[in-house]
């Protein structure tokens, strides 16, 4: 029993054992940054937006004949620009109009989106540059265009702003991307790090559980050997 559950215990955590530590890294960090930090929250100003007046807002009917769309989808969104019909047609794509006058909503310029993103942000750092994205970088977690605004604090926290709403739909910081590495080694998914249903990810958590199982094998034989040893000494004295 003990030669056996040696030479498996051995051989699997020969396997394992860097995934295991980076179990082990990753649920470390996790544990111990609180997620709100990693999500920016506390760097989210508050403020609120006044309900927005229905009753001066285009139907999204009304919007969508005048651009001759047939959306499958409508949703009305405010945002500190205004209030915006979010057209969504069958194809997957959207297209977004003012509510107030049913025209397509126009892009949000350079000095728009510095203010825009320094009124969302709270703290002490100040927007340092603004970049946009035709295509929104991976982090955001979003498609198509993408405005991202950098602030000069000890994060390094960067605003993602929509180029139509002006909303600010993804903070990050190097903390977060600090947070989101451990996260991929824990899931070992580093292309979305999103699935943790992997076959890889399976096959090594299968091989770890033998591995812990032998493990207390040979921790309960040991200490049934030293019991048996500390038992003998007062007989040999």
Do not use: C
Not at 81 to 88: A, C, D, E, S, V
């Amino acid at each position: 029993m003990l030669k056996w559950s040696l030479q498996l215990h051995k051989w699997l955590a020969l396997v394992v054992g860097v995934q295991v530590l980076f179990w082990v890294a990753g649920g470390l960090v996790m544990t111990a940054i609180p997620i709100a930090k990693v999500r920016g929250e506390h760097h989210k100003a508050d403020f609120q937006l006044p309900p927005p007046d229905l009753s001066v807002a285009k139907s999204p009917a009304e919007v969508a004949a005048a651009a001759g769309l047939s959306p499958a989808e409508a949703t009305l969104k405010g945002s500190i620009r205004g209030l915006y019909w979010i057209l969504k047609l069958p194809d997957g794509t959207t297209r977004v109009f003012e509510a107030v006058t049913g025209k397509p909503a126009p892009p949000v310029s350079e000095d728009e989106v510095r203010q825009l993103a320094g009124a969302a942000y709270e703290g002490v750092g100040k927007p340092v540059a603004a970049q946009y994205f035709e295509s929104a970088p991976q982090e955001t977690g979003r498609e198509g265009p993408m405005w991202r605004v950098d602030f000069n604090d000890a994060e390094r926290t960067a605003l993602y702003v929509s180029p139509d709403t002006g909303e600010v739909v993804s903070r990050r910081s190097n903390l977060w991307r600090f947070y989101d590495f451990f996260w991929r080694l824990h899931i070992l998914d580093f292309k979305d790090g999103e699935n943790f249903n992997h076959p890889l990810i399976i096959a090594l958590a299968a091989l770890t559980l033998p591995m812990v199982v032998t493990g207390w094998v040979l921790l309960v034989i040991r200490l049934g050997r030293d019991a048996k040893r500390i038992k003998r000494r007062p007989a040999a004295s």
